[in-house]
């Protein structure tokens, strides 16, 4: 059982689909990465984890081994963004030709 599971995310900005039904597993003990070049939706993926922006469609859900939480309904999900707080990230892309 994977510790996140996120599945079919998809962020929208008007008519800008910065995220199109992205899934994947992060596993408790390994390292998960999300890469691509600037402008691939890193960021954005990152955003929508944190509840800095709520994601248009999707699920991401956290195991602890006994339970399922979903994000989005956790208490203090989005907390940042409500309170007007600094809560986005800068995510950098890595591209090698």
């Given at each position: ?81 409500r309170r ?14």
């Open positions: 059982m994977a510790l996140l599971e996120v599945r079919n995310l998809t962020m929208r900005f008007g008519g800008l689909t910065a995220v199109d039904d992205l899934s994947f597993d992060a596993d408790a003990g390994r390292i998960t990465s999300v890469i691509g070049p600037n402008g691939a939706g890193k960021t954005t993926v990152f955003n929508c984890l944190t509840g800095f922006y709520p994601a248009t469609s999707g699920r991401m859900t956290v195991n602890d081994g006994k339970s399922q939480f979903h994000l989005e309904r956790m208490p203090g999900y989005g907390t940042a963004r007007g707080l600094p809560g986005r990230f800068r995510i950098s892309g890595y591209f090698r030709r």
